[in-house]
């Protein structure tokens, strides 16, 4: 008969076969879970790199255009005021050139009602050329509209090359048609832009209106591609129920590579920008270290079925096994809670004695490849000496435990952010330092986030600019340099002319053009490493010129005043020169001759602000010197 104790002893191998095929089937589907989980992960991370890389393009597309529009703007007023005599069309010739200031303008034209060529930036013989078949021609002509319009890609009569139009109409004065403004934009100035940008060999980024036709695209063929209608497309023809922006799968009608993609939709233009990359591209990596884990994963499988084959084996001869059983539980369990960070053991001739599995997630390589190696192997040079001192005092036991940030090479990723927290391991004999464990974890997204919040705590949002906290701090440690060098530090205050009257004129768009092509020039006139241009409040911004004395100050200032007026920006409630204009104070102080603080540098520069627009605007005073702009023509 056989007794319950027995018939337990009967059990026990199976119960413990059972077991080990559990905890197989366990490690297989959370390995499937974990790859799966991976796989979405990267996919996620890309959707936020090409959402990231259209939000960027799409803002360069709105400068583009409103920088055309702010031309377009200004010229079709001026005719509109002056007229298309052969007089203003002389001056206009003249005038022209001196419009194209940038290099993402290829060329201006004037257009009289007839399509002839009145006025061209271009090198060309225009007196036989006539646009009247152009579509942007005959828009114009058959509709009142004032606004600016962006055309389709065509060729250039004058160079041959694809380019894209924005257009306005010009009006006689009893509101008749006139004529047309052009500017043109070349189709490569837009892709050799993309280019910057790393989206993989089988990557693109494009640039399309709102009716489907392909302006830009990168690094493509554009006799091929430029002007092609993709309105029938499934983004298109599901446009109304579309979001302004969003993640789009899709499978690309031009080349028939599967794309991860990101559209967004401009706000102030018809046009919308399309980022995507391979999705092949974007998985080859996880790809490849999922091939490396499974097959981790599968030998882990393997070795714990043939140990478990074992001790079911061994529990037919002796019962005590199944302790042997519960601990190697145990054991394996622990190993699963601390896969999420990379365990390593430490020598004490720094080579590393033992790397967890979790070393494949973190730094791309496997354990089997990082045995025997150095430690500090991969670690960026600039954290190098930080790293290695604080290893040396915990093997020469002066310290216990240390944790750092630091940056350390990614087989596939390059640089990231880790964390280390190291603890010393000693000897159960003698009690001495024989190594030390280290956990390491990513930090690269916790360290972006920081680096981004930190950006954007010390930046104007509409110029680019540091913003006044940026300026306040910066001032306060430049003073207290100067205080203890000795040296001099100089302060421009600058306000726009009636910039109120500009904004109910021209609208807060064009303002906040206004604003952002000040800054740009301000920013160029911050040429030193500790120079700092600064939006101060409103239509005020500051440049803070460290060691600097009054007569590099007023050489700075009046570069600013000269570069302004270079770029001509029409301003008619801004007599008399009805351009914008911008008053400037300025200040120069030693601070180690002075018991007062920075703000009284502050206080002086905006002294002569006040100064300069009650001396009549469009000036620089400094000391109480009034420094006037040389007449110019408007």
Known sequence: MVTNRELGKTRLPLWAAGFVVLICVAILGLSVWREWETHNADLRNAEIDVANLAHSLVQHADDTFELADTILVGLVHRLELDGTGPDTIAKLQTYLPTRKSSDRIRGIFVYDETGRWLATTEHVDFSRLNNSDREYFRQHRDSPAKNTLIGRPIKSRAGGQWIITASRRINHPDGSF???????IDVAYFAKFYERFDVGSNGSASLLNDAGIMLARSHDDTSAFIGRDLSNT??????????????????????????????????????????SK???????PWRRAATVRTAFVLGLVVLIAVIGF???????????MAQALVANEAHFRLLAEQ???MVSRIGLDNRLLYVSPSCVRIIGWSPEELLGTSSVAGIHADDMERVEQAIASLKNDEAEEARFVYRQRHRDKGDIWAEAALHVTRASDSGEVDGVVAVVRDMTEQKDLQDKLASLATTDGLTGLANRRAFDERLAEEWARA??????????????DHFKKFNDHYGHQAGDGCLRALGRILSAQAKRPADLAARYGGEEFAVLLPNTGPDGCAEVGEEIREALHDLAMLHVQNPPSRLVTASIGAATSLPSQTALDCNTLVAGADRALYAAKDSGRDRMVMSGQVVPWPAKSA
């Open 178 to 184: 006139a004529g047309v403004a052009l500017l043109t």
């Open 310 to 320: 074992y001790l079911v084996r061994q529990l037919w001869q002796r019962q005590r």
């Open 339 to 341: 896969s999420s960070d």
């Open 278 to 284: 391979s999705q092949d591209d974007v998985l080859a």
């Open 234 to 275: 499934p983004l298109f023809r599901e446009w109304k129920s579309r979001p302004a922006a969003a993640v789009y799968y899709f499978k690309s009608p031009l080349d028939g590579v599967q794309r991860l993609s990101y559209y967004q939709r401009s706000s102030r233009y018809p046009l919308m920008v399309l980022a």
């Open 483 to 496: 205080r203890r060098d000795g040296t001099q530090i100089s302060l421009l205050l600058i306000d726009v």
